[in-house]
């Protein structure tokens, strides 16, 4: 078939550090074992903002130009040969990674640690496989994901990837009903890892971060119970000082927190090394930290404090099996107020406007910016 007879549609491309170029290419049929899907509504996350402001998200950095995008839902509009289970004009979740199916990791279901896995809009892998800023995309029906009710088109958007990161670090964290929770950085993972916590029957929610105003945005709207404020500070000398910061910092807010031995389940959700560092301090004697957030590439830890107090440090990365679980969650309303947490709507056409304003966190008018969904 000729490129000439096949429609055309518009994709978002990044060529390089804030180089978004809006593009039409040509929509080819979906192929045997996928789904075409109209997308509707993709939530801008912080790894689509590193990749734009730096051409780069930590060691993965782009070699070609690549559609940014993999908080994504939308509409089937085409199905390719032996898809079965999906119809046109069904709503559907993306699921961004595409895993090989075939080696031990996704046979004993951690496929998010599969070598030959491929995610949309990430420069890990290469030839890139393209993300969710584009008006339709072919897509492997096996991580579609049916969407009941209807209504949760935007929610899922905006939501089901993010969340599946917060259940798969919650369910490694193997947190239970009872226990206590602290959450570095509220930022949208930040704030969705409180609302998993509050799920989950934690006991007391608590947050930590340098911007008040999100701090306020977090209690006021029923994210955690209690909240801390770092004061900022000139950058340690050395490391021994910025250990020792990190230690009396923790101090201070456990005095504020009145919980003098720490926390259950700490979830680190801001990469940055002076937060890793506290959120060992933060952990009680026999708990956990999760290390949700993407920063910092080598980090100094005070690793004497957790191994004598048997600190457990888990990492989290993506997540495995959780999308039925986060749709399900959505649609339950057990979440709170997640919908609070989309602040602003952009067309495809205004994507680089969208990220602009992400990597400023504050409109014109000095309302926050947390999470920018592009409906087209």
Request: aromatic share 6%; charged share 20%; net charge positive.
């Amino acid at each position: 078939m000729s490129p000439v007879a096949l429609p055309s549609q518009s994709t978002a491309v990044l060529y390089g550090p804030k180089d978004l170029r809006v593009e039409d290419r040509t929509l080819w049929p979906p192929q045997a074992g996928q789904a075409q899907v109209a997308v509707l509504a993709t939530g801008l996350c912080g790894s689509d903002l590193h990749y734009y402001l730096h051409g780069r998200n930590g060691d993965f950095a782009i070699q070609a130009p690549l559609v940014l995008g993999h908080e994504a839902a939308g509409v089937v509009t085409a199905v390719g040969p032996g898809v079965k289970g999906l119809v046109v004009g069904q709503r559907v979740a993306i699921e961004a990674g595409i895993m090989c199916n075939k080696c031990d990791y996704c046979a004993s279901g951690r496929y998010n640690l599969c070598k030959e896995m491929r995610f949309c809009s990430s420069a890990k892998t290469f030839p890139h496989s393209d993300g969710t800023l584009q008006t339709v995309m072919n897509h492997p029906a096996h991580v579609l994901h049916p969407l009941t009710p209807r209504k949760l088109l935007i929610r899922a958007g905006s939501f089901s990837r993010a969340l599946s990161v917060l259940l798969h670090a919650a369910r490694r964290s193997q947190l239970s009903r009872g226990q206590t929770v602290l959450v570095f950085g509220v930022g949208a993972i930040g704030l969705l890892a409180c609302s998993v916590a509050q799920s989950m029957g934690a006991s007391r929610i608590v947050a930590i971060d340098i911007n008040p105003a999100r701090l306020d945005f977090a209690k006021s709207n029923g994210f955690a119970d209690d909240t801390f404020c770092l004061p900022l500070s000139d950058k340690a000398k050395t490391t021994d000082e910025q250990l020792r910061r990190a230690k009396e910092s923790m101090q201070s807010a456990l005095q504020k927190f009145d919980e003098p031995d720490g926390f259950d389940v700490v979830f680190e959700c801001t990469g940055a090394e002076p937060c890793i560092q506290m959120s060992i301090h933060a952990a009680i004697s026999g708990g956990k930290v999760m290390l949700v957030g993407m920063g910092s590439r080598n980090v100094m830890l005070p690793l004497s404090s957790a191994a004598l107090r048997e600190v457990d440090i888990q990492g989290s990365f993506r997540y495995a099996n959780t999308y039925p679980a986060a749709l399900a969650l959505l649609a339950s309303g057990d979440l709170g107020n997640v919908d609070a947490l989309v602040t602003h709507r952009f067309s495809l056409s205004q994507t680089a406007k969208a990220f602009s304003l992400l990597a400023r966190g504050k409109d014109e008018d000095g309302k926050m910016v947390l999470k920018n969904p592009s409906a087209y």
